[in-house]
C-alpha cells in the first residue's frame, strides 16, 4: 500500500511540475526575456560558484590549483547545449505522451522516475567523489578550514 502511494505521489509531482514547468521548456530560447536568462544563470551558477568560494578561501598552493582544475575537469560533462536541449525535450514529450494518453500507463511512469532518480543519484555521487578528491589533496590545515565551510554550509541550507 505504502508502496504504491509513494508512486502515486512520486507521479502527481512529476506531473504537477511538468505542468508548472511546460510553458517554460515550450518557450523558444529566442523568446525568453533577458532578465529570466539572467535569473535563470544565477541560479545554476550558484552551486560552482559556492565551490569555488570555498576553495578560493583555503589559500591553494600554485600546485593544488593545477590539481583541483584536473579533478573538477575530470568530472564536467562535455555535453553540448544542443545536445542537453534535446534531452531536455525529449523527457518533456514522454511526459506529455504520459499525461495526455487515452488511459495512465503507470510502468512507463515509473520508467520516467527512475531515470531521473538514476541521473540525479550519478550527479551526486560524482560531486561527492570529487569533493572528497580535492578534500585528500589538501594539507590538514585547509582540511580542517574544508570541513568548517562544508558543515556551515549544511547549516545555511537546513533552516
Do not use: C, W
Request: hydrophobic share 35%; proline share 2%.
Amino acid at each position: 500500500m505504502s508502496k504504491g502511494l509513494s508512486i502515486a505521489t512520486a507521479v502527481a509531482v512529476l506531473v504537477g511540475s511538468s505542468f508548472v514547468m511546460s510553458p517554460v521548456f515550450a518557450q523558444d530560447t529566442a523568446q525568453v526575456s533577458p532578465q529570466k536568462t539572467e535569473k535563470q544563470a544565477k541560479h545554476h551558477g550558484k552551486k560552482h560558484h559556492s565551490m569555488h568560494k570555498m576553495l578560493r578561501r583555503l589559500s591553494l598552493t600554485d600546485e593544488q590549483k593545477t590539481q583541483v582544475k584536473a579533478i573538477v575537469g575530470k568530472y564536467t560533462t562535455t555535453t553540448s547545449k544542443e545536445d542537453k536541449e534535446a534531452a531536455r525535450d525529449e523527457h518533456q514529450q514522454h511526459i506529455v505522451d504520459l499525461v495526455t494518453a487515452p488511459s495512465f500507463d503507470a510502468t512507463q511512469a515509473q520508467l520516467i522516475i527512475e531515470a531521473h532518480q538514476a541521473k540525479s543519484e550519478q550527479q551526486m555521487l560524482d560531486k561527492l567523489r570529487m569533493q572528497n578528491e580535492i578534500y585528500n589533496l589538501l594539507d590538514a590545515e585547509q582540511q580542517e578550514k574544508f570541513k568548517k565551510m562544508l558543515t556551515k554550509g549544511k547549516r545555511r541550507h537546513h533552516r
